[in-house]
């Protein structure tokens, strides 16, 4: 699976941006894909996910009510729309895909569960 991210940009605290994944090689019905930031000094941290078969989503506390993360089956496209953005949402955004864990209602907040990664994109936000 090869994995593009795009959508990432400077914007104001309090804007939006919307973030999308492109995936090629094959289809993603089997998998799940999340989307991870690490921050300056900070450690790679989980912000969504969502099961590509079922639609199920999974979000971060930090983040929850201002994220969202869909995806277009049809154009093997994930997206995560960002909204109410703040200082502290600055970061490389990554997204991921990995096998999903049928075990599990809900796809894996742990980044070695994704064996396949973008190339990240930068978001900005200014105060």
């Known amino acids: 699976v090869q994995l593009q991210a795009s959508g990432g940009g400077l914007v104001q605290s309090g804007g939006s941006l919307r973030l999308s994944c492109a995936a090629s090689?094959?289809?993603?019905?089997?998998?799940?894909m999340a989307w991870f930031r690490q921050a300056p000094g900070k450690e790679r941290e989980f912000v969504a996910a969502i099961r590509w078969s079922m639609g199920s989503t999974y979000v971060s506390d930090s983040v929850k009510g201002r994220f969202a993360i869909s995806r277009d089956r049809a154009k093997n496209t994930g997206a995560l729309q960002m909204n109410i953005l703040k200082p502290e949402d600055t970061a490389v955004y990554y997204c991921?895909?990995?096998?999903?864990?049928?075990?599990?209602?809900?796809?894996?907040?742990?980044?070695?569960?994704?064996?396949?990664w973008g190339q990240g994109t930068q978001v900005t936000v200014s105060s």
């Open positions: 991921a895909v990995g096998t999903s864990k049928i075990q599990s209602y809900y796809s894996s907040p742990k980044s070695d569960d994704y064996g396949y």
């Open positions: 090689g094959r289809t993603l019905s089997n998998y799940d």
